[in-house]
T-cell receptor
Framework: EAQVTQNPRYLITVTGKKLTVTCSQN?????MSWYRQDPGLGLRQIYY???????DKGDVPEGYKVSRKEKRNFPLILESPSPNQTSLYFC?????????????FGDGTRLSIL | QKEVEQNSGPLSVPEGAIASLNCTYS??????FFWYRQYSGKSPELIMS????GDKEDGRFTAQLNKASQYVSLLIRDSQPSDSATYLC????????????????FGQGTILTVHP
């Protein structure tokens, strides 16, 4: 089954404690992306990756890091989480950026930073 | 001004009616437009994409694009209670050379409620 898998689904942690949210896709997609969703603000893109070793900032990259060492994985790293990063996070993938095929989303990760 | 704007609603329509959802965008370089549906607690799912001016129909859904007015809409005919969800408009920007910047910008979403 084609899917995008995020882990963990839920996490409550404290300010300053480094955390990583993993994202893996099994569709051999080149394009992957991270979004955060906050009430009233919709989905905002954090980082995206056109392919292995190619990443770029989205609209709200501050406080986040990503890496793309393998095509299937695109982890999101919060080196020193702060309460304003409490949000619902989605990972997504697409065949290529320019493909007319739909973007597949993971089920989401709800992060609470205390 | 936000890059992609939607009326946050909520929009309430009776079952069987036509629901009309609207989206405006600010970047004239925008070339690709998408409508996603998101049920509460779930991830977004693509329901329509449109790339050229005019109407595009898929079942009960019709997307309408007017690039001159920088406006894209989604019509849902014969609305059903199962259509109750948040609808997200998304826009992809291309530069003059035809290369996408890689960013997909979403509006804040419109909450639709279809009541029996």
């Amino acid at each position: 089954e084609a899917q995008v898998t995020q882990n963990p689904r839920y996490l409550i942690t404290v300010t300053g404690k480094k955390l990583t949210v993993t994202c893996s896709q099994n569709m051999n997609h080149e394009y992957m992306s991270w979004y955060r969703q906050d009430p009233g603000l919709g989905l905002r893109q954090i980082y995206y990756s056109m392919n292995v070793e190619v990443t770029d900032k989205g609209d709200v990259p501050e406080g986040y890091k990503v890496s793309r060492k393998e095509k299937r994985n695109f982890p999101l790293i919060l080196e020193s989480p702060s309460p304003n990063q409490t949000s619902l996070y989605f990972c997504a993938s697409r065949v290529t950026l320019d493909s007319n095929q739909p973007q597949h989303f993971g089920d989401g990760t709800r992060l609470s930073i205390l | 001004q936000k890059e992609v704007e939607q009326n946050s609603g909520p929009l309430s329509v009776p079952e069987g009616a036509i629901a009309s959802l609207n989206c405006t965008y600010s970047d004239r370089g925008s070339q690709s437009f998408f409508w996603y549906r998101q049920y509460s607690g779930k991830s977004p799912e693509l329901i329509m994409s449109i790339y050229s001016n005019g109407d595009k129909e898929d079942g009960r859904f019709t997307a309408q694009l007017n690039k001159a007015s920088q406006y894209v809409s989604l019509l849902i005919r014969d609305s059903q209670p199962s259509d109750s969800a948040t609808y997200l408009c998304a826009v992809k920007v291309w530069d003059a050379g035809g290369t996408s910047y890689g960013k997909l910008t979403f509006g804040q979403g419109t909450i639709l409620t279809v009541h029996p």
